[in-house]
Nanobody, 125 residues
Framework: VQLQASGGGLVQAGGSLRLSCAAS????????MTWFRQAPGKEREFVAA????????YYADSVKGRFTISRDNAKNTVYLQMNNLKPEDTAVYYC???????????????????WGQGTQVTVSS
């Protein structure tokens, strides 16, 4: 599956952004979808995951209550709605897919099979 992330940008603290990740190439609903992020000089970290049919979600503690992951299987797209953004949310955000029947968050980046190219999110204070 090929993944294309978009929607990043520059926003002030307290603002919102919505990231999108469009998939192509294989049956999108066969994949658990996730978002990761990587800040300069830091490890790539898990942000959120959504199950194949969108019934179950899971969030890192650092974004719980502020970010919402969702998917539209008819549009082959996963979203990350980010509200109340903080400067520490600044990072390159990546969508990633796991071809699996199970939903077993949290995920580490080495578990994921397919990655998008990343989109930069910068939050100014």
């Amino acid at each position: 599956v090929q993944l294309q992330a978009s929607g990043g940008g520059l926003v002030q603290a307290g603002g919102s952004l919505r990231l999108s990740c469009a998939a192509s190439g294989r049956t999108f609903s066969n994949y658990v979808m996730t978002w990761f992020r990587q800040a300069p000089g830091k490890e790539r970290e898990f942000v959120a995951a959504v199950s194949r049919r969108g019934v179950s979600t899971y969030y890192a503690d650092s974004v719980k209550g502020r970010f919402t992951i969702s998917r539209d299987n008819a549009k082959n797209t996963v979203y990350l709605q980010m509200n109340n953004l903080k400067p520490e949310d600044t990072a390159v955000y990546y969508c990633a897919a796991d071809f699996t029947f199970s939903f077993s968050p949290p995920y580490v980046h080495t578990q994921l099979d397919y990655w998008g190219q990343g989109t930069q999110v910068t939050v100014s204070s």
